[in-house]
């Protein structure tokens, strides 16, 4: 009798460390999906890909958060040898990709940047709404990621 119990064990002990990854797995699915998300929108205010915003600085911001969400994505999805790069290093580039477009949006709107005037008050346009949401959700998410890790390397 002691025997099956012990069988049982072991697979609920195996159930229960699959349950463990499945969240981690599904909220880099995610962090991916939302990087990858913040770079199309993008890639669709600039016009396309060969297209570059004006004023050029612009233009290379955005190519530069069109390519770091890519490589973001990329970071949270490549699984990781052990001690070849940190845990949280994905998900803190994934917070800066979200918090840095953000703060650039919420800046044209309000006061306005350099070369582009024009954009002051204009907070209907719809792929910076898209946008806002995208880089939200992955801020949100990628902080929420991070405390955990933080309080879990505490213990």
């Given at each position: 009798m002691?025997?099956?119990?012990?069988?049982?064990?072991?697979?609920?002990?195996?159930?229960?460390?699959?349950?463990?990854?499945?969240?981690?797995?599904?909220?880099?699915?995610?962090?991916?999906?939302?990087?990858?998300a913040?770079a199309?929108?993008h890639v669709?205010?600039?016009?396309?890909?060969?297209?570059?915003?004006?004023?050029?600085w612009?233009?290379?911001?955005?190519?530069?958060?069109?390519?770091?969400?890519?490589l973001?994505?990329?970071?949270?999805?490549v699984?990781?040898p052990?001690?070849l790069?940190p845990?949280?290093?994905?998900?803190?580039?994934?917070?800066?990709?979200?918090a840095?477009p953000f703060?650039g949006y919420?800046t044209?709107?309000?006061?306005?940047?350099?070369?582009?005037?024009?954009?002051?008050?204009?907070?209907?346009?719809?792929?910076?709404?898209?946008?806002?949401f995208?880089?939200?959700?992955?801020?949100v998410l990628?902080?929420?990621?991070?405390?955990?890790?933080r309080?879990r390397?505490?213990q």
């Amino acid at each position: 009798m002691a025997q099956p119990k012990m069988a049982e064990k072991t697979i609920l002990g195996r159930i229960s460390a699959r349950e463990d990854a499945l969240p981690e797995i599904s909220l880099r699915i995610v962090g991916a999906l939302l990087a990858l998300a913040i770079a199309a929108v993008h890639v669709a205010d600039q016009g396309g890909v060969t297209v570059l915003n004006s004023p050029a600085w612009m233009g290379w911001a955005f190519r530069l958060i069109e390519v770091g969400g890519v490589l973001t994505a990329l970071a949270l999805l490549v699984a990781r040898p052990s001690g070849l790069r940190p845990a949280w290093l994905g998900w803190a580039a994934a917070a800066l990709l979200g918090a840095a477009p953000f703060g650039g949006y919420v800046t044209s709107r309000t006061v306005g940047v350099p070369g582009d005037p024009g954009d002051v008050g204009n907070w209907g346009y719809w792929a910076g709404t898209v946008s806002l949401f995208a880089e939200a959700a992955l801020v949100v998410l990628s902080v929420s990621v991070l405390l955990t890790l933080r309080q879990r390397s505490a213990q």
